[in-house]
């Protein structure tokens, strides 16, 4: 209770002396957050860095029952950016990125260096959507599979909610996470010039065997293309579960869109 504390207070006090027209609008955030997320972090708030930040505003969405706020957005950044810089201990994210030396390698889409993101998980997820390395789109905006020409959230969405198409982000992963699926990628890092499979170079891996271990319930991995399953292979991992690979959403694979969303909403829901 007092670590979770003293993170509420130093947000308080950094709002009120940071100059902005209104603070009371993200301060009234900070009390609704708050007293969604105290009963279950307030002791331990480094087990949000374990869950990660997509997770918890999915969580937040479905607490809510409707979308999140920019205040309530720029709350969660905020908590998040103080537990990182808090001497609180983090417990079982090793997995996360686990053969990145992240004091070298960093993420620099113009010299071609590209580390993943956290994975979208939870431990009701029975399907792991695997893809190669997010293409520059994506690590601009943070966001999977960003790039307007990839159809992989008009294939999630006809097969989960047709008609009814969104180009919310937190709507996007809600939707993933109502049908217990997870998204990673392969690769924790990579050299590539631009977003293309065929120039990755100097590969490093995701820890996916860990990933499986802290999420016992997944059935089922996906490869988004025979490149991340490829990587998989060169990797090693020891997993036995089902895998299938589908032709890659990327709009570098010619299949036309009836034809990949025929094949995926198979693979989707066959489980």
């Avoid at 918890?56 to 479905?62: G, H, N, S, T, Y």
Wanted: charged share 30%.
């Amino acid at each position: 209770m007092e670590k979770w504390n003293k993170i509420i207070i130093r947000i308080e006090k950094e709002l009120r002396n940071s100059g902005l027209k209104n603070p009371n609008i993200r301060l009234n955030a900070l009390k609704k957050i708050d007293s969604i997320l105290d009963n279950k972090y307030k002791n331990e708030p480094s087990d949000l860095l374990k869950i990660g930040k997509l997770n918890i505003k999915v969580e937040l969405i479905r607490e809510k029952g409707y979308d999140l706020n920019s205040a309530e957005l720029s709350i969660i950044n905020h908590i998040f950016t103080v537990i990182n810089n808090e001497p609180l201990p983090i417990k079982g994210i090793e997995y996360r990125n686990a053969n990145v030396k992240t004091d070298t390698k960093k993420n620099d889409i113009f010299n071609n260096s590209k580390v993943s993101f956290e994975p979208f998980i939870s431990k009701q997820s029975k399907i792991l959507i695997l893809g190669t390395m997010p293409g520059d789109d994506s690590l601009k905006t943070a966001e999977y599979y960003h790039k307007l020409q990839n159809c992989f959230w008009k294939i999630i969405f006809d097969v989960f909610n047709p008609n009814n198409f969104s180009k919310n982000y937190e709507n996007r992963l809600k939707l993933l996470a109502d049908n217990q699926i997870g998204l990673w990628d392969v690769l924790s890092y990579c050299n590539r010039m631009g977003s293309l499979d065929i120039d990755i170079r100097d590969v490093e891996f995701n820890d996916i065997d860990g990933l499986l271990k802290e999420n016992p319930n997944i059935t089922k991995i996906i490869f988004n293309g025979e490149k991340a399953s490829k990587y998989f292979v060169k990797s090693q991992f020891q997993s036995t579960i089902s895998k299938i690979i589908l032709p890659s959403t990327s709009s570098a694979n010619t299949k036309s869109y009836a034809e990949k969303l025929r094949i995926w909403k198979t693979a989707l829901i066959d489980y």
